[in-house]
């Protein structure tokens, strides 16, 4: 059984063997959250004490099992919204403790990690890695074993944020990804040369708060069609993130690239990294649009390949909001 509250989303799932989701259950705060223009923590965490049981039993159900037939319960303790990871902890928790299970605390992180291998077979390693979430935008190379080394993460906001604010700005609603990408398709990316900050350093890291801010000048000055505005937003965005995916391929000699993280949805960033990388040589992988966003099966998919590797965690265990990537 995995369990993950790390935002804005309930969501618990029962998987087998790491790799077959037996049941994938999210309950969405989009609604509740959408009048204030972005996740409100509390309100996060008070819709999660509300679903999570039955978020859990319905996971089961649909699944087809029971306690008595689960082998270890698993759980985001770290990284995300210290209300949030809590009420997720304490549920897991009281479970282990009432069913005398395993616990396992899971970096939510690691479970977008994860997520391609639970529908590609035979993953090569080691590949890179480009996580992009409203959280967190970060390149890690993957080796066997479920063993990392970050190469570069973003030094301000991640890039899943910045389509938030740049939606706000547009008077587009909340949240912002899926409606830029659908109205960056009908604009033209090169109307507006915003700026890609760090593309060009030496390093792997990230920042998008340049282009954030670029965009709200742009807006408050302009104040006319968005859709021209969200096409060059968009093309600035991806653009950072793909050439900085491929030189990591380059400089490693990795196999191939992995896209995870709830941005991973994001249709020009899909086809955009997978053209580039055809152009060297590498393949790309991505999850399908369920196990992007947040969701319970992936972290009950690296849990497994954690619980073979001895992995056990008591009842002592906590959330970790700021704790380390890994």
């Given at each position: 059984?995995?369990?993950?509250?790390?935002?804005?989303?309930?969501?618990?799932?029962?998987?087998?063997?790491?790799?077959?989701?037996?049941?994938?259950?999210?309950?969405?705060?989009?609604?509740?959250?959408?009048?204030?223009?972005?996740?409100?923590?509390?309100?996060?965490?008070?819709?999660?004490?509300?679903?999570?049981?039955?978020?859990?039993?319905?996971?089961?159900?649909?699944?087809?099992?029971?306690?008595?037939?689960?082998?270890?319960?698993?759980?985001?303790?770290?990284?995300?919204?210290?209300?949030?990871?809590?009420?997720?902890?304490?549920?897991?928790?009281?479970?282990?403790?009432?069913?005398?299970?395993?616990?396992?605390?899971?970096?939510?992180?690691?479970?977008?990690?994860?997520?391609?291998?639970?529908?590609?077979?035979?993953?090569?390693?080691?590949?890179?890695?480009?996580?992009?979430?409203?959280?967190?935008?970060?390149?890690?190379?993957?080796?066997?074993?479920?063993?990392?080394?970050?190469?570069?993460?973003?030094?301000?906001?991640?890039?899943?944020?910045?389509?938030?604010?740049?939606?706000?700005?547009?008077?587009?609603?909340?949240?912002?990804?899926?409606?830029?990408?659908?109205?960056?398709?009908?604009?033209?990316?090169?109307?507006?040369?915003?700026?890609?900050?760090?593309?060009?350093?030496?390093?792997?890291?990230?920042?998008?708060?340049?282009?954030?801010?670029?965009?709200?000048?742009?807006?408050?000055?302009?104040?006319?069609?968005?859709?021209?505005?969200?096409?060059?937003?968009?093309?600035?965005?991806?653009d950072v993130l793909v050439y900085k995916s491929l030189r990591a391929v380059k400089a490693t000699g990795a196999a191939a690239i992995t896209l995870t993280g709830g941005v991973a949805a994001n249709s020009h960033l899909r086809a955009s990294l997978k053209l580039a990388a055809a152009e060297i040589g590498a393949e790309v992988y991505y999850p399908p649009m369920n196990l992007c966003t947040d969701n319970g099966a992936m972290i009950a998919g690296i849990a497994y390949q954690k619980y073979q590797q001895g992995l056990r965690d008591g009842l002592s265990l906590?959330?970790?909001?700021?704790?380390?990537?890994?």
């Amino acid at each position: 059984l995995g369990i993950d509250t790390s935002c804005d989303e309930t969501a618990a799932a029962v998987v087998a063997d790491g790799r077959e989701v037996l049941s994938n259950i999210v309950a969405s705060q989009v609604e509740t959250h959408q009048e204030y223009g972005g996740v409100v923590p509390e309100l996060a965490s008070r819709k999660h004490i509300e679903a999570i049981n039955y978020i859990v039993s319905r996971s089961l159900a649909e699944a087809g099992v029971t306690f008595k037939d689960l082998e270890a319960i698993a759980v985001t303790n770290r990284p995300g919204l210290i209300g949030a990871l809590l009420v997720g902890v304490a549920a897991a928790k009281s479970l282990a403790y009432c069913h005398n299970l395993p616990l396992l605390g899971i970096n939510h992180i690691e479970g977008h990690i994860y997520a391609p291998c639970m529908v590609h077979d035979a993953l090569p390693f080691p590949h890179i890695c480009l996580t992009v979430s409203g959280g967190h935008t970060l390149l890690v190379e993957v080796h066997e074993g479920w063993q990392y080394k970050v190469l570069g993460s973003t030094q301000d906001d991640a890039a899943g944020e910045v389509y938030d604010k740049v939606a706000k700005y547009l008077g587009l609603g909340f949240p912002g990804g899926k409606v830029i990408d659908d109205l960056a398709q009908k604009g033209n990316p090169s109307a507006v040369k915003f700026p890609r900050p760090m593309r060009n350093t030496d390093d792997y890291q990230f920042s998008f708060s340049g282009i954030k801010t670029s965009v709200r000048y742009f807006v408050e000055k302009a104040r006319r069609a968005g859709l021209h505005i969200a096409a060059s937003f968009q093309a600035a965005v991806v653009d950072v993130l793909v050439y900085k995916s491929l030189r990591a391929v380059k400089a490693t000699g990795a196999a191939a690239i992995t896209l995870t993280g709830g941005v991973a949805a994001n249709s020009h960033l899909r086809a955009s990294l997978k053209l580039a990388a055809a152009e060297i040589g590498a393949e790309v992988y991505y999850p399908p649009m369920n196990l992007c966003t947040d969701n319970g099966a992936m972290i009950a998919g690296i849990a497994y390949q954690k619980y073979q590797q001895g992995l056990r965690d008591g009842l002592s265990l906590n959330a970790t909001p700021k704790g380390s990537i890994f």
